[in-house]
Structure formats: C-alpha cells, structure tokens
T-cell receptor, first 115, second 114 residues
C-alpha cells in the first residue's frame, strides 16, 4: 500500500520569495505522483503530475516538482510566489497502471503568501 | 465543458435521515471515486468504481453506500447519517487506470449532520 507524508502543515512566505513544499511517499511498486491545489471554497485542481521519464516536471502557474526515487520524494517548488498562490496544496500518489487503485493524499500544506 | 457535477453544494440534515449526494461526469470516464475532506486529515477515499456495477471500498467506507448503474453517475448514499459524517465531500473521475491523466474533481458538497 502507498502512503504520502507532507512534511509541513503550514508554510508562510512573503510575496516574491521562493517556496518549497515537501512531500515524501512510500510504495513497493511503481507509482504516479501528483500535486493538487485547492483554493478557498473550491474543489481540487491538478497542478502537475509525474508518470515516468524526466524527473523534473513543470506544471501550471509556474510550479515545478522533482521526482527523486532514491529519496522517495516529490517536492513542489516555485521561484517567486504571488499573493494569489495562497491555497492548500496536496501531494498524492497512485499505483501506476493499476485499475481500481486509490489516489492516496497527504494531509495537505497550507501556503500563506503575504505582502 | 468537461466537468464533474455534484449536488447539492450544501446540505444540513438531522441524524438518521437518509440522504443521497449525486455525482455526474460528462467525460465518459471509467473510474470514479468519492472522498471526504476533514481538517488535518486531508482527503480520504470512501468508495471507488472501476466501471458500471463494479465498486469497491476505500479507506473509510463505514456508514456509506454507492451504486454505479450508469457510467456517468456515481451517487453517494448515507442510509442513517451521524454527526461524525459532517464533512466536505468530493466526487472525482478519471479516464485512465491509476489516474494517469489526472482526476477531475467536483466542486464539493458540504454536509452538516445535527
């Protein structure tokens, strides 16, 4: 079974500063990895995903993430954040190519960007 | 527009009164899931479905039922709601196994059981 640990429950940053949201996963099989964003009072939106291939994945809104198999990590980064990036961010994992498997979420990281 | 539609968005009910939250997707997706979101716990899967008439339990299925009689619809049924089922619920669907193309989420249903 897979599991996801988001290492920080809250990350406060100032506008235009860089940010990294950390995610570690555990699995005995090949996985897909995802980052989702949830803005206040909204549903979840896919930021980016890693399926295979290049370990650096670029997503929407200037975010990127790096898959590190040896450290079982999938950290999310943005070089310069905006006030509008304030949201909750979820890392998620699923078993690659397997029907009927769950998308397992971490507990979320609240990113608060202030001026 | 490709979307997952949940209804209602908000619901307040009393303990023990049966209710159904509807979910419909217009993308012809095979896979559908229900999640509940609680503060500090993230999203936890309740049930999922791989196709019509094929459903299975997720991590927190107690107190819930689902059905998948048509490909597009996946309703969540609470036969006898209790206050510990007060939560934010999301329906999601995906085309590919493992969610390789990403899940599309509905806008959520905020349920309060008093």
């Amino acid at each position: 079974a897979q599991s996801v640990t988001q290492l920080d429950s809250q990350v406060p940053v100032f506008e235009e500063a860089p940010v990294e949201l950390r995610c570690n996963y555990s699995s005995s099989v090949s996985v897909y990895l995802f980052w989702y964003v949830q803005y206040p009072n909204q549903g979840l939106q896919l930021l980016l995903k890693y399926l295979s291939g290049s370990t650096l994945v670029k997503g929407i809104n200037g975010f990127e993430a790096e898959f590190n198999k040896s450290q079982t990590s999938f950290h999310l980064r943005k070089p310069s954040v905006h006030i509008s990036d304030t949201a909750e961010y979820f890392c998620a994992v699923s078993e690659a190519n397997q029907a009927g498997t769950a998308l397992i979420f971490g507990k979320g990281t609240t990113l608060s960007v202030s001026s | 527009e490709a979307q997952v539609t949940q209804n209602p968005r908000y619901l307040i009910t009393v303990t023990g009164k049966k209710l159904t939250v509807t979910c419909s997707q217009n993308m012809n997706h095979e896979y559908m899931s229900w999640y509940r979101q609680d503060p500090g716990l993230g999203l936890r899967q309740i049930y999922y479905s791989m196709n019509v008439e094929v459903t299975d339990k997720g991590d927190v299925p107690e107190g819930y039922k689902v059905s998948r009689k048509e490909k597009r619809n996946f309703p969540l049924i609470l036969e006898s709601p209790s206050p510990n089922q007060t939560s934010l619920y999301f329906c999601a669907s995906t085309r590919l196994a493992g969610g390789a193309d990403g899940y599309t989420f509905g806008s959520g249903t905020r349920l309060t059981v008093v």
